[in-house]
């Protein structure tokens, strides 16, 4: 109706109709509240000047809503959201401390269509400001961030961990220094979240941190080890990959002083990985070329995504599902692991560790494609996307 009468409607938008509407927004029923949302991106349209004069309470009703754990409500606040600061640019800064932090976060929300409208949002309304607006309002963004860790909505917590390493790597430091200690803690506080999605975003997050940050993050070292070992063997293959990568940061952050603790549970993943080979039986192999999966053929006929082959294969990612899964495996990509080798040592140290790993190898008799040739971990016929398992 407000759509199609536009100005004809102004008559009865009267302060008993606006009161209404409010309510509407925060509403138990989660359709009322999208309703309510939508009824406001109708009326900024038909009547810019009349919303006006409570656009401020409206700019708070939207934080809420861009916050929701619906989706269509969350949507609808984040449309609403844009036609509010694209009608009122010239004043929307005022909004920003309210609404920048909601729209920041929900560029990196789980959910594909709010991402990506939010990220179109944030282009049309910011420009090229977006990390000079960011450090001006670190103080809400990071208050924001910090609440979002806690969430009871699983995908905001994630959104939130990816957010936090956004602000390590992308914003500027001065800005950003006075906030690292609360936002570390907060990262690794997520590490034990019950969802695992949110502790491969923290650890990755907590990796990005590190670089920036070695210093700084130094005294959390210890107990951030134990979780990404932890990881290193968790049925989850992201969150081994994660963990690998997470340690491969690491390693490139303090060099050569990271050996000591990540070197030995290298050696004893390869040690152990030749004595699992019996599990595995194998027929023939095939390396697709666009997933770099192996298909393996069992002895009964049955197909699976194996991980370990005793022929000229190679180990591939494992799957929890598949018939192949052992529990107890660890995973780590062969770009980590030389990132880890290559770090900040010399090459004199680099080529004795590779040595050291290629004897242990040898001495378990893996398949050659395990030995650590041309620098790769595996052959060069096989991408660095391919996984190395290793048995901790």
Known sequence: MIENLECEFLPFMEPRLSKLIFQCLSHPVRYVREVGFQIFTALIV????????????????????????????????????????LTYSESKEEFYPVLLPKLCLNRYYKSEGIRTYSQDSWRLIVGTEGRNLVAKYMDDIVKCYLSSTTSTN??????????????????????FLPHVIPLLEALISCTENESWSVRDA?????????????????????GLYKILFRNLGDPI?????????????????YGIETLGIILPKLIEGLTTVGSTKHQFTSISTHINP???AVTSTTLDGNHGHGHLVADEGACVQHDPQCEFAVPGKILVTSESLMRFLEGS??????????????????????PQTWHLTDGYGITKKNSKNIFLNLNL
């Open 290 to 292: 666009s997933s770099h």
């Open 202 to 222: 923290a650890c990755l997050a907590c990796g990005s941190f590190i670089m920036e940050h070695p210093t700084i993050s130094k005294p959390y070292l210890e």
């Open 237 to 253: 293959q992201l969150l081994r990959q994660g963990a690998a990568t997470t340690l491969g940061n690491i390693a490139t952050a």
């Open 345 to 366: 040592t010399s090459s004199s140290t680099t080529t004795s560790n590779l040595h050291h790993i290629q004897s242990h190898c040898r001495k378990s008799k893996l």
């Open 46 to 85: 038909a009547a810019p000047e009349d919303v006006k004069e409570f656009a401020h309470q409206l700019s708070q009703c939207l934080a809420i809503g861009l916050s929701d754990n619906w989706n269509q409500v969350r949507i609808a606040a984040a449309i609403t959201t844009r036609r509010l600061l």
């Open 154 to 175: 699983l995908a905001e917590r994630e959104a939130a961990c990816a957010c936090i390493s956004e602000l390590a790597t992308k914003i500027d430091q001065t800005a």
